[in-house]
């Protein structure tokens, strides 16, 4: 299993094989993601930015993932909720092919600083370790599963895991 980062925000950078698999996509105009997911994940939030605290702006229903490295699984272990900000970095990558990477980049390194209470040369350099993990777990192909007292709570969830990995790019 991947080591978590001892701060309380940090790019999850999901390996290029598994692009585009998220419980939402999966249930996007299902009953499930607008009528119990994101509900029951905004309501254990207190309606508030899991990471940060803020309760300003769009707040995001973030998929958690675990990654075990040497089975080659990322299994979907819950959901949190993010403010913008807090999932700009979260997605850093994601959001660096939408917007000037530059402009990025220094957002997240501002806000890293902000909810890490660090300096800009440490959190510099947690984005150059998500990146070099991201690399790492790019040179693999991976399984998708979803934790088991998850699916007791989300039965929904079921079909998530034979969705079939994505082509390596």
């Keep these: 299993m991947s080591k978590q980062m001892p701060y ?25 993601w607008t009528k119990k997911i994101r509900p029951d994940a905004l309501a254990k939030a207190e309606d508030r930015c899991e990471v940060c605290g803020s309760g300003n702006g769009r707040l995001i229903c973030h998929d958690k993932w675990r990654y075990d490295d040497e ?24 959001m ?15 806000h890293l600083c902000t909810v890490n209470k ?22 693999k192909r991976w399984k998708v599963a979803v934790a088991p007292g998850l699916l007791k709570t989300y039965p929904e969830l079921e079909g998530l895991p034979k969705f079939k990995p994505a082509q390596l790019i």
């Design 118 to 139: 660090c300096k800009t040369l440490i959190a510099t350099g947690i984005l150059t370790n998500a990146h070099a993990l991201w690399e790492k777990r790019n040179k």
């Design 96 to 110: 660096m092919q939408l917007a000037d990477p530059q402009s990025v980049v220094l957002a997240a390194v501002m």
């Design 8 to 32: 309380r925000l940090f790019p999850e950078l999901v390996p290029s094989d598994l692009w585009g698999r998220s419980a939402y996509k999966m249930l996007r105009g299902r009953v499930a």
């Design 71 to 94: 089975k080659s699984t990322a299994t979907l272990s819950g959901f949190e909720i993010h403010c913008d900000n807090c999932d700009l970095v979260t997605h850093l990558g994601r």
